[in-house]
C-alpha cells in the first residue's frame, strides 16, 4: 500500500477510488497474503442489503497481521503494554512473540472444544490476554464478541444470549485505577441461567478468591501448559464473520454487528496507514478500551496488519496521578496519540502543568474519535500536548463502518477545529433530508447518508438480518443511514452535528434513549421514564431521566439512589443518569407519544420557547416539569 502524500494526490485517488471502486480497492487488497484470490472484487445492493467483498477469497486476517511481518519485522515489538500500576513491569512482544502467543493462545482454545465458527464471548481487562484471546479466536475461525468490561450481568447475559455463545473467556478480576472488580463473578451471575455456555476460560489478572464451577470453568494456566507454540492458521472465507460486536441504537435492545473478514481487513489496515500516515518504526497509542470498535480496529488489526508498533493500556488518565497519559507518552515515546475528546476535556480541568511535567516530543500526529470535538478542547490538544507542531485527525465513524470514513488525513489535508474533514477513498457519502430528498452542493446541512458500500461495511445485525434492513437501509433506500446530522461546507469538508435519532453519545459511549428507559422500568418504584440526553461539559452528553413513580413511592434521595443502582445492575455503572427528575407526569400527544423536543429544552435549561404544546393531552404538566427542573443539578 502507498501512502498517500499530498492534497492534490488525495483528490485524484479520491476521484479514481469512486469512479472505478472494484478496481481500487483490489489494487489495495493485492498487497494483503491471500490464500486464494479472490473471484470477484463486490456484488452488492443495498435492499436487504447482501454486500460481499472479495467474493471467494481466502484468508486469515491473523497470518496478515502477524506471519506475513516475522520474515522482515520478526524482532520488531508489535505489542507494548502498559499496567494500571506503574510499579509493575511494563511487557512488550515481538511479532515473532505475538505469533508464539496467539498460537498458544489459539491452542488452548481448541483443547477447550472451540470449534470454526463458534461464538466465543470476551469479558477482560486491557491485559495483553485480550489481545491474544481476540487475535486467537481469528486464528482458529471463531467469532469474537468483545464485551467492555463495565457492562453489568444482565448486559452480558443478552449479549451471551443473542449470539448463543458456547464459550466465554474472562478473569478473575481487574485493576482498574484504585479499584479492583471482580469480572468472574459478574460472569457467574450472567450465565448462571444459560445451560448452552460450555466453558469458561478463566485468566488470572489479580490472584483473588473465585467461586469454581467444577464443570464448567477451567484455568488458562492449566490448559496452556502442554500446548504447541504453534498453530496453523484456518482458512477462511472473505465473508466469513470476523467479530460479532454489540452497540446501542434508537430502538430495542443493542444489536450485534457483524464484520466478515476480508473486507474489514483490508479497510481497517489502509484507514490506519492514510490516517496516520503511519511510518515504519513508530509507536501508535489509541488510548480506547479493545471493548470498543476503536480498539478493535485501531488498537489490533489496523495497526497489525500494518507491522507497527501498537501500545495498550490498562488504566485510566487520572491514576495515580491525573498526569498518567502523559507520564506514558514520555515513557514509551509515543509518536501517534489517539483519544477520545471526553479525555481532554476531563484533563484540560487540570490545567497544562501535569501536561508540561513530561517530554512530549517523541509525539507527531494527534487524533480524535467517538464525538464531535469542541473548538476549545481541539486548540488545547493542539497547544498543549502536540505543542502546535502536529497535525489533528478527527476521525468520523462507527462500530457499523468498521473503520474511520471521514478524516483529515495527518500532515496531508489539512483539518479545521470542528470539522472531521473528507470522505476516505471508496467513500462516498451524501446528504439527504429528513424527508430523504437528496441534497446536492456545498454549504448545506442534512442527514449523513453513504450511497455506495466501502469494504467494512457492517454486513448484518446477528442472528435477525431484518434488523439490521430496518435500522441502516429502509430510512431512505439504496443508502446506508448514519444516524448523524451533519454540515458540508463551501470546499466539501463535513462537520459532524450529531445523533438525529434516539441515540445519546456520553464520553463517546453509545446508548439508546430507550434502552435506558427500560433499564429504569425495571425498578418496582417506577411506572414510566423518559430519558434524554442534554450538553455536558465533559462528557459532550449527559443522561438526563424524567422518572414518574408509583404511587406509594417517595420521589426522595433514597429512591434515586435504587433507581441508579438498578440501571447498573441492567446495564451497567456507565449507563448513570446525571440528572435524574422526578415528574408526575410526561408530556404526552393524544396518540401516546412522549414529546421529546420538550424534555431536551428543559434538559438543556432552555426553556425561553417551547413551541407548540397545544397537542399535548395535558399542557399543564409541562410547567411543573419546567419548574422543577430549576430545582434539579
Ligand atoms: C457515533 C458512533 C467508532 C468511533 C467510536 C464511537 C459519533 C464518532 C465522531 C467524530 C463527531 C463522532 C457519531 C457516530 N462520532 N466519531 N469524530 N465526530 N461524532 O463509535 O459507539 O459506534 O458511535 O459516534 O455520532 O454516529 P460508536
Redesign the pocket.
Known sequence: MKKISTYQEYQDIYQKSIEHPELFWAEIAESFTWTKKWDKVLDWEFATPDVKWFVGGKLNITENCIDRHIETKGDQVALIWEPNDEKEPVKSYTYRQLLTQVSKFANVLKKMGVQKGDRVCIYLPMIPELAFATLACARIGAVHSIIFAGFSASSIRDRVEDAQAKFIITSDGMFRGSKNLNLKSIVDEAIADIAAVAHVLVINRTHEEIAWNKERDLKFDDLVKDVDDFCEAETMDSEDILFILY??GSTGKPKG?VHTCGGYMVYAAYTFLQVFQYETGEIHWCT?DIG???GH?YILYGPLANGATTLMFEGIPTYPDVDRFWKVCEKHRVNIFYT??TAIRSLMAYGEEPVNRFDLSSIKKLG??????NEEAYHWFDTHVGKGKCPIV????????GG?L??TLAGVTESKPSY?GYPMPGVKPCLVSPEGQPIEGNDKEGYLCIEFPWPSILRSTYGDHERCRINYFSTYPNRYF???GVYRDEIGRYR?I??VDD?I?VS???FGTAEIENAIGEDEAVIESAVVGFPHDIKGQGIYAFVILEPHHQANEETKKSIIQTITRVIGPIAKPDKLQFVPGLPKTRSGKIMRRILRKIAEGDTSNLGDISTLIDPSIVEIIKEDAKKIN
Open positions: 452497540t446501542s454487528v480506547a470498543w470498535v476503536t480496529s477520545a475528546p480524535s474519535v467517538g464525538e464531535p470535538i478527527d476521525t468520523w465513524w462507527q462500530t457499523e463502518t474511520i471521514i478524516t472531521a448514519t444516524g448523524d459532524i450529531g445523533r441515540v453519545n463517546g459511549h453509545r
